[in-house]
DNA sequence: CTCCCGATAT
DNA sequence: ATATCAGGAG
């Protein structure tokens, strides 16, 4: 894959999907994006709006979350699935936030690290949703397999998936080819039966190609 | 590597 | 019944 092709399929999906930031999390500060992200793991981000509002109406502010009763969170977050963890998760995250970082959501990867349930995923998607930052990309189950489908990576490993796209796409890009993949993943090209036919980089994409050659 | 774990599609 | 979903911790 070379950075031209990977720029034609960028522009592809763009236009495809236009507005694609709209689709996700509903969020209003970047205390909310980080939680809502960590609770979005492994979960659809419409199950997550859906107990977004109960869970902030309770819990405003990072204070108020780090001093949370454990059950309560559990109570309101349990349709999210994990909720054992991920309860322990966004209040840990919360006393981090209050008690290290003087309750503000740190702005850079290696700040976010330390915080309990976010990891080089989450990091990215509140760098780049909540503050604006293309400090890497994002790379979710669904990144990760088309990035193997299309060819952007030879490699299962996220990480090294997230340095090859990196030397793939300029700067400006890396937040916006994590929502176009992820959307376009779900649409498109999930895991199980991709609509080939439809696809609109069908004459780009490597799994394409392999699929016809047999 | 396993565990956490409910909701949904197939 | 089984696979999968905007993963991370132990």
Redesign the pocket.
């Given at each position: 894959m070379d950075s031209k092709t990977a720029f034609l399929i960028y522009s592809r999906l763009n236009d495809r999907y236009p507005h694609t930031e709209t689709h996700?999390?509903h969020f209003q500060d970047p205390f909310q994006c980080l939680v809502l992200?960590?609770l979005?793991?492994?979960?659809?981000?419409a199950?997550v709006n859906l107990v977004a509002p109960s869970l902030f109406a309770r819990f405003p502010t990072p204070e108020s979350l780090a001093a949370a009763d454990l059950e309560e969170v559990e109570i309101i977050i349990?349709?999210t699935?994990?909720?054992?963890?991920?309860a322990r998760?966004i209040t840990g995250a919360a006393r981090a936030i209050v008690e290290r970082f003087g309750g503000r959501v740190p702005a850079t990867m290696v700040e976010l690290l330390t915080i309990?349930?976010?990891?080089?995923?989450?990091?990215n998607?509140v760098l780049n949703?909540a503050f604006g930052i293309d400090e890497g990309i994002?790379v979710?189950?669904?990144v990760r397999?088309l990035a193997q489908r299309i060819g952007f990576s030879d490699s299962a490993n996220p990480d090294k998936i997230e340095q090859d796209m990196i030397a793939l796409f300029p700067r400006s890009h890396w937040g916006d080819i994590t929502?176009l993949l992820?959307r376009h993943?779900?649409e498109i090209c999930?895991?199980?039966?991709p609509q080939c036919e439809t696809c609109v980089i069908r004459d780009l994409c490597r799994f394409v190609h392999s699929e016809e050659k047999g």
């Open positions: 996700f999390l992200t960590i979005s793991a492994q979960t659809t981000d199950t349990h349709r699935g994990f909720y054992h963890a991920k998760h309990p349930g976010v990891g080089r995923k989450t990091a998607i949703h994002a979710d189950t669904h397999r929502y992820i993943g779900r999930p895991a199980r039966k």
